[in-house]
């Protein structure tokens, strides 16, 4: 099943990060992944949040530029090459990447990996029929 | 009751009637001044003319001009020709530079703008069961109590609400049943994008009309306000100087202003030369008050570019009308010696999709200009990736440079982050002009 994720347009000024984080962690909104892409003039901050909903309108009300994308979440086998496995599994099927980032999970305990791609769908299906874990 | 005209008399009357009535109002204004503003007084001395002088149309051109500059000269009552006794009201120019400019209103003076703005009113099919939201700013700001006061003439139910608080003035746009609404063109896109962000519909009001006006405008902002509120966008013009918004009014064959030539005089002059240039011809704009007892005019040089026509329009009325604008020759920047107009942004903004929520920011560093123009990242517009954002960035360069030819730097900002809730939006930042 697809991971909602936010990315949240940052203009790249002092403390611009640090608002929306204090306006999460005021609304009790917990994090589980964030990333932060940087462009010359401002960043997209993409977070993974225990509530996308919520989380939504409190970005929102700091005057902020946000979106929810669906992205894929797979758990990468925690061997050597681990990751390769999931790469060569997109690959046969050619399935492109746009981003990537990893974070360990508090609930698995295991290297999780979100990457965004133009069909998710498609490629969470070809990740489990490859026997792979999404989350 | 629906009313083609308010004054119909004057507003059909022939030529031949017209030019008669402003020959008589002229000489009359002409010699009142004279008589009462020594800087006037002075001026025509100075260039040998006398009220008697006056003795065609034509003579105009004899007349001396007015600038800006004079009237901040003259401070605060200098160019007033009536007792202080007779005057009932005082507006302010909304500069945000150097002194205001004061003007003042006899009761006859209120009586003639009220009017003037009860015919823009009409001319847009407003009746005296319209509810009508003001939210131009009250004040010295001549926009609220200039609307307020046509509105008030012709018996509609004014809501003065003033601008600003634009939560409040979507509840009460919606509870109160406004039909029309009368503010700046970029505070009504301002509260269409409220409108919309609060989940409402246009369906969800009963706005049917709106008087638009105190600033430059394009026909594209003008179909993202029909199209954002729902209902038909007029352009009423005017200027503090002159007398308030009403000067020129929209008929509903929205095909340029018709001046209202019983209380103005409407000349259009090559800037450079000041000869008369030929209808359809652009030039600048300048006024002479016909009427006015406590802040007469002549030869205002309202700064704007625009043209006029004397074709008949399709609506009966027979004053000349002159189109929108098309920019200000002192809102022009010349950046690395080109010339740019703000509207010329907006329009390319407006081809491309985008809301014209924009500000151009102008500098001088180690002796080169820099020139960047902010646009702000609506959630329409972003689609969470960086590849995205900058391709968007490279389109408007793109779309700038090809209409401007020179290439601004273009900075995504967050959204409503642009300065403009209250009355005109601040479309031109310079900081040339600090080191200067």
Known sequence: MAVKQLSVFIENRKGMLSEVTDALSDAHINLRALCLAEAAD????????????????????????????????????????????????????????????????????????VFRTADVAAADKYLSDAGFELI | ?????????????????????????????????????????????????????????????????????????????GMFAAPMKDVVRIHASSGTTGKQIVVGYTKNDLEAWDNIVARQLIAAGLTDEDKVQVAYGYGLFTGGLGLHGGASLLGSTVIPISSGNTARQVAL?????????????????????????????????????????????????????????????????????????????????????????????????????????????????????????????????????????????????????????????????????????PSQIEEVLIKLGYTPNYQIVVDRVNNLDTFEVKVELSESMFEGSVGDLSRREREIGEGMRSTLGISPKITLVNPHSIERSIGKAKRVIDNRKLHD
């Open chain 2, 173 to 341: 746009m919606k509870d109160l049943e406004a039909t029309a609404l009368a503010c700046t063109p970029s505070y009504a896109l301002f509260l269409a994008e409220s409108i919309a962000e609060a989940g409402l519909k246009p369906e969800d009001l009963k706005l049917r009309a709106g008087i638009f006006g105190a600033e430059p405008w394009t026909e594209g902002m003008r179909k993202q306000i029909e199209a954002g509120l729902g209902i038909k966008a007029y352009d009423i013009y005017g200027l503090t100087e002159v007398m308030g918004p009403g000067v020129a009014y929209e008929c509903s064959e929205q095909k340029g202003m018709h001046v209202n030539e019983d209380h103005f005089i409407i000349e259009i002059l090559d800037p450079d030369t000041l000869e008369p240039v030929p209808d359809g011809c652009q030039g600048e704009i300048v006024f002479t008050s016909l009427t006015k007892e406590a802040f007469p005019v002549m030869r205002y040089r309202t700064r704007d570019i625009g043209s006029v026509t004397h074709e008949p329009c399709a609506c009966g009325r027979t004053f000349v009308r002159m189109s929108k604008p098309q920019g200000r020759t002192d809102d022009m920047l010349i950046i690395r010696g080109v010339n740019v107009f």
């Open chain 2, 1 to 77: 009751m629906e009313r083609k005209y308010w004054q119909e008399e004057m507003e059909t009357a022939s030529r031949e009637t017209l030019d008669k009535l402003q020959l008589e109002r002229l000489q009359k204004s002409v010699k009142r001044t004279y008589e009462n503003v020594p800087m006037y007084r002075e001026r025509m001395d100075a260039a040998g003319v006398k009220p008697e002088d006056i003795k065609t149309l034509d003579d105009i051109r004899k007349l001396p001009f007015t600038c800006k500059q004079d009237l901040r000269d003259t401070y605060p009552y």
């Open chain 1, 42 to 113: 401002y960043g997209i901050l993409r977070l993974i949040v225990d509530d996308t909903e919520k989380a939504v309108g409190i970005v929102r009300d700091t005057g902020r530029t946000v979106v929810v994308n669906d992205v894929v979440g797979v758990i990468v086998p925690d061997t050597p090459g681990g990751l390769n496995l999931v790469l060569h599994t997109l690959n046969g099927h050619d399935v492109g990447i746009d981003y990537m980032y990893a974070f360990i999970s508090k609930e698995n305990g295991k290297a999780n990996v």
